[in-house]
């Protein structure tokens, strides 16, 4: 039977930890693949506006083969990544193990330090050796939460967490789907103490939790 567990990994273990010191980079957020076996979380978004100085810092990781710009929006840009051979650390363990990545993201030096991770395996046993091998690294994780799918399907309808749930009540109370909208992003952000690229990418998050979980879902039957 499948599990979740969410983890959370100090900035300094994982590749990209430098690459959220860079001035007006505010979060990096991994989307959601399915895996393949040289094909680990080949896709991010980094929000912020010095993406060039982002991009510098990133390409002089050694763990880091290549990484391209494919798309460029308004708050960020969308990359893909090529991670090394010989990579270490989180990203070996998640190659290791048959993790799926379900949520990833880091958040900049005013958000704290660590990255979060939300990872689907194929059952307990895997949990367990993904937990060995990272002890084996010193990666200095912190396994925070483990359920099954049955339960995280219990305990959050259509599948949003508790944040995600209350931004987007929060958002159409005052109008921010409708045409033209009644609230910006910014005074949105700004009712959650947060950054706009920070709601905006919770309410992206949300959205296509709640497609995967309605309307695929239904699609698929």
Not at 148 to 174: F, M, P, W
Not at 189 to 207: E, H, K, M, N, Y
């Amino acid at each position: 039977m499948s599990v979740l567990a969410t983890f959370s990994v100090p900035s300094e273990s994982f590749v990209l930890g430098d690459a959220l010191q860079v001035d007006a980079i505010e979060r990096v957020e991994f989307e959601r693949v399915v895996p393949s076996r040289h094909d680990i979380m080949p896709y991010f978004w980094v929000w912020g506006s010095n993406l060039e100085r982002f991009e510098a810092v990133v390409e002089d990781e050694p763990e880091i083969a290549s990484i391209t710009r494919i798309e460029t929006v308004d708050e960020g840009g969308l990359y893909r990544v090529e991670w090394d051979e010989l990579v270490t650390g989180f990203i070996d363990c998640v190659q290791r193990t048959d993790a799926m990545l379900v949520e990833g993201h880091g958040m900049d030096r005013n958000e704290g330090d660590e990255w979060w991770f939300e990872l689907r395996f194929p059952d307990r046993t895997h949990v367990e050796s993904f937990h060995d091998i990272c002890e084996e690294t010193e990666l200095g994780f912190d396994l925070r939460q483990i359920f099954s799918i049955q339960q995280h399907t219990r305990d959050q309808a259509y599948g949003l967490t508790d944040k995600q749930r209350e931004t987007l009540a929060v958002a159409a109370s005052n109008g921010y789907f409708d045409e033209p909208r009644s609230v910006s992003t910014e005074e949105l952000a700004s009712s959650f103490d947060v950054t706009p690229a920070a709601i905006s990418g919770r309410l992206r998050r949300a959205q296509r939790t709640l497609v995967e979980n309605t309307v695929l879902d239904r699609s698929s039957r």
